[in-house]
């Protein structure tokens, strides 16, 4: 297997109603495998697994050319189904979207994604790494200044004690772990 050294990680992440996140989950992973059927986008569905996150879900892609993703993203905003799919989970949703947009900072396998659990830490850009296995991820778009690290599975463990950081990067950092839900 081969590797590519420009793959992007797209992320959107949206936040249901609390009292309504049995039916939210279920728009959001519809509108997905609606989205899966009409384009090549390959979108995956998580839904965050720690801490009191209930309705915190997040959708994502991996690809290697932005200029295709901009391509499918513009030609699905085109289709005359995808208004009401979208509005469906809009209305069961709050907030704004979160769209963030992330480059490897080394190769990765051809054909990469995430597995059943992930893990992200993304953290005030120039901060060390969390541990050892996670994949090294810049930002380009929606986490100015920040880098992340993605790790498939878990954080182990007494990730970055805090006396090792400063107040102003411990209070930059966002620690996810989420499950797949599509």
């Given at each position: 297997m081969?590797?590519?050294?420009?793959?992007?990680?797209?992320?959107?992440?949206?936040?249901?109603?609390?009292?309504?996140?049995?039916?939210?989950?279920?728009?959001?992973?519809?509108?997905?495998?609606?989205?899966?059927?009409?384009?090549?986008?390959?979108?995956?569905?998580?839904?965050?697994?720690?801490?009191?996150?209930?309705?915190?879900?997040?959708?994502?892609?991996?690809?290697?050319?932005?200029?295709?993703?901009?391509?499918?993203?513009?030609?699905?905003?085109?289709?005359?189904?995808?208004?009401?799919?979208?509005?469906?989970?809009?209305?069961l949703t709050f907030g704004e979207d979160a769209f963030e947009r992330w480059d490897c900072t080394a190769g990765v396998p051809t054909g990469w994604v995430l597995g059943e659990i992930f893990s992200q830490a993304t953290a005030p850009g120039g901060t060390s790494s969390p541990c050892e296995g996670g994949t090294r991820w810049t930002n380009a778009e929606g986490s100015v200044g920040e880098i992340a690290w993605v790790l498939d599975g878990e954080w182990p463990a007494g990730l970055w004690l805090a006396e090792d950081l400063s107040a102003d990067v411990v209070s930059g950092i966002r620690l996810e772990s989420w499950t797949r839900i599509h």
């Open positions: 081969g590797e590519t050294a420009r793959m992007q990680l797209f992320q959107r992440r949206r936040w249901i109603q609390p009292d309504r996140v049995g039916e939210g989950l279920q728009a959001f992973i519809h509108q997905l495998a609606w989205i899966n059927d009409q384009t090549g986008l390959e979108m995956a569905g998580w839904r965050r697994n720690d801490g009191d996150h209930p309705g915190a879900v997040l959708a994502t892609t991996t690809y290697d050319h932005h200029a295709w993703f901009l391509t499918e993203v513009a030609r699905l905003q085109t289709l005359a189904d995808y208004g009401p799919v979208n509005d469906a989970t809009l209305a």
